[in-house]
């Protein structure tokens, strides 16, 4: 593969970035040096990068969360076994094999993080964020959740308590939100649609439905 | 280790900074370095908890500055060179300098879906009975080993109420040093703000961890 491959689609933020032109050079060195000794296949990555670009992303725990909110006894399997639950809905697999549902509500807002590395349910919301894998999400989450909520827009009454969830381990956590005020009726694809990727983490808050139109 | 990535109530970062619309990635080079990441990682030669670690490890000036895919980048390099795939000399060259160690598989287009689908589970059957049941008060341990753990900074030596048993689980602090799976039983256990962050915490924030059963004691 040749330089012009990887330009080409460089932004233009990153283009003049010498950090990033680095690090071009020195990823292309080292798949080009892998796949001479036959260790890597080309297509895989090209596959693995379709994967998550095309078919495993928030859509998917939008599914999981508008299922919940029509349906109250997949919101009981949910909370009870909720990787069993999210697989009945076909999400599986990497950073996704042992699932835990944290149900918003008007006592409690859930909030997830990973200080220790980026750990995330890429099952149900694909690949984390930048924001969600650097130092000031995952400094000040934990000590500061209110603080981090505001820089989403998000201000919470005092009396709804704040529980953050630092995922230490190989459980990874999908944030249930409330669901909006004037959505009866609404069929599960509408439903989806008001869901967003940060309510899912706890940095938002589900759309109202004017909004999702 | 006390390493850079234990971020937990450190401050100075500055604002988080969401991107509107983000993009999945920011360079072609991203991209690669996912594929290649988990296409290396399907070599069978290391672990995820030993991956955690070498990222872990990179020096902290480094680690602070880079971007999550330059982290994976940089430690990718250190496993593939201390499992005999590739070394330094070769990337600097930019071409094979001698053959490699034998991966258990290589990752091909048409066995990606199938990998993915099934992932890496490390729930682990143990002989013992958990510790610890729902309610229990424990603390968690004091210690600060050079090795890898999962038990951040800020939730040492203290005290908190067990919340969920969650299984059994590999344990990572082993695992990332090739001194096997001990599995051991892992629990949810939530600490007030007050107890972590002390004078001025948020009264209304509770924090959980998820933590291994030899993290923890009786109270």
């Not at chain 1, 009870?80 to 697999?93: E, Q």
């Not at chain 1, 694809?189 to 439905?209: K, Q």
């Amino acid at each position: 593969m040749d330089d012009h491959h990887y330009d080409a689609h460089d932004d233009h933020h990153h283009h003049h970035d010498n950090r990033y032109s680095d690090m071009q050079a020195r990823v292309r060195a080292l798949e080009t040096v892998l796949m001479e000794k036959g260790l890597v296949d080309p297509a895989a990555i090209d596959a693995i990068v379709e994967t998550y670009e095309t078919k495993v992303g928030p859509r998917n725990g939008a599914r999981v969360v508008a299922k919940a909110w029509s349906d109250p006894d997949f919101a009981d399997w949910l909370r009870r076994d909720a990787t069993a639950a999210i697989a009945s809905l076909g999400f599986t697999g990497r950073q996704g094999e042992h699932m835990r549902a944290v149900f918003n509500a008007d006592e409690t807002h859930n909030l997830v993080v990973c200080t220790l590395c980026s750990c995330y349910p890429w099952s149900v919301l694909g690949l984390p964020p930048v924001w969600y894998k650097a130092p000031a999400y995952r400094s000040r989450a934990v000590i500061d959740p209110r603080g981090v909520l505001a820089e989403f827009g998000v201000t919470l009454p005092q009396t709804q308590k704040i529980r953050v969830w630092d995922s230490t381990a190989e459980l990874r956590y999908l944030v249930v939100p409330q669901r909006p005020s004037g959505t009866e009726g609404m069929s599960e694809a509408e439903l989806a649609d008001l869901v967003t990727r940060d309510s899912m983490i706890g940095t938002g808050l589900a759309l109202a439905p004017e909004a999702g139109r | 280790m006390n390493g850079p990535h234990d971020l937990g109530g450190q401050m100075g970062f500055g604002p988080v900074a969401p991107e509107p619309h983000e993009p999945y990635f920011h360079a072609e080079w991203e991209k690669r370095a996912l594929g290649l990441t988990l296409s290396c990682g399907a070599f069978g030669a290391w672990t995820i908890d030993e991956s955690r670690h070498a990222r872990e490890t990179i020096p902290p000036a480094n680690y602070l500055s880079a971007s999550y895919y330059e982290i994976w980048i940089r430690a990718l390099e250190v496993l593939l060179e201390r499992h005999g795939f590739a070394g330094q000399d070769e990337i600097e060259a930019g071409r094979m300098l001698r053959a490699p160690a034998t991966p258990k598989r290589v990752l091909t287009a048409d066995m990606v879906a199938g990998v993915l689908a099934r992932g890496g589970p490390c729930d682990r059957p143990v002989e013992t009975a958990p510790r610890f049941a729902v309610g229990d008060r424990v603390r968690t341990k004091n210690f600060n080993p050079e090795t890898h753990t999962r038990l951040p900074r800020y939730a040492r030596a203290k005290a908190g109420v067990i919340e969920a048993v969650q299984g059994s689980f590999v344990f990572a602090d082993d695992n990332a040093h090739g001194r096997g799976e001990n599995p051991q039983w892992l629990y949810t256990l939530v600490f007030d703000g007050t107890e972590i962050w002390g004078e001025g915490a948020d009264p209304t924030l509770t924090v959980s961890i998820d933590a291994w059963e030899s993290y923890l004691e009786r109270l």
